[in-house]
């Protein structure tokens, strides 16, 4: 079984500033992946970045950045020079890389508010 | 332009009704999900296809029924069996057995109870 838990439910960052977003995972699983999804108000799911868990680099994409310690199963998001379309909500999810099926694992979220 | 198209927007269900909700893909992709979100809460898996006229039960899948008799489209059936069904519904497809590779998502259906 795998489990993600993002343990803020809430988080303001002033416009500019980085912000961290946390999450941590339990899995079984020898292989992998952890993905970073955006929600923004309207509701779709906007895929931001990947980290696999055999990977050597941490990922980043643009201004996001993922903070992979694989010793304590975490996989924090860092969002740089945060900008006011910033504000949604961050789902940390998980797929294991062995077995059937593509089926990720969601956590509850992280509702971000970027202010001025 | 290539995506994931869900309809209707907004639906709403009599008790004792079944809906079906759409979802149709021009990505290509062979595998497709249905999850359920509900207020504050995460994305819960409710059926996925990996391939066509086959399909699995996700964590939640009781009261509902999908088909996949076509690699583009993959409609949930919401029936009468689920109690609880106002939520927000989201589709997503993605390239079978690349576990790299994104989910790409649909806009999403908001169910109500009339």
């Known amino acids: 079984a795998q489990k993600i838990t993002q343990t803020q439910p809430g988080m303001f960052v002033q416009e500019k500033e980085a912000v961290t977003l946390d999450c941590t995972y339990d899995t079984s699983d020898p292989s992998y992946g952890l993905f970073w999804y955006k929600q923004p108000s309207s509701g779709e799911m906007i895929f931001l970045i990947y980290?696999?868990?055999?990977?050597?680099q941490n990922a980043t994409e643009g201004r996001y950045s993922l903070n992979f310690q694989k010793a304590r199963k975490s996989a924090n998001l860092v969002i740089s020079a945060s900008q006011l379309g910033d504000s949604a909500m961050y789902f940390c999810?998980?797929?294991?890389?062995?077995?059937?099926?593509?089926?990720?694992?969601f956590g509850t979220g992280t509702q971000l508010k970027v202010e001025l | 332009d290539g995506g994931i198209t869900q309809s209707p927007k907004y639906l709403f269900r009599k008790e004792g009704q079944n809906v079906t909700l759409s979802c149709e893909q021009n990505?290509?992709?062979?595998?497709m999900y249905w999850y359920r979100q509900d207020p504050g809460q995460g994305l819960r898996l409710i059926y996925y296809?990996?391939?066509?006229?086959?399909?699995q039960k996700g964590d939640i899948a009781e009261g509902y029924s999908v088909s996949r008799e076509k690699k583009e489209s993959f409609p949930l059936t919401v029936t009468s069996a689920q109690k609880n069904p106002t939520a927000f519904y989201l589709c997503?497809?993605?390239?079978?057995?690349?576990?790299?590779?994104?989910?790409?998502f649909g806009d999403g259906t908001r169910l109500s109870i009339l």
């Open positions: 980290q696999g868990s055999y990977d050597q």
């Open positions: 997503a497809s993605s390239i079978r057995g690349s576990g790299n590779q994104p989910q790409h």
């Open positions: 999810a998980m797929r294991g890389l062995t077995g059937g099926g593509n089926k990720l694992t």
């Open positions: 296809s990996q391939i066509v006229n086959d399909f």
């Open positions: 990505l290509n992709h062979d595998a």
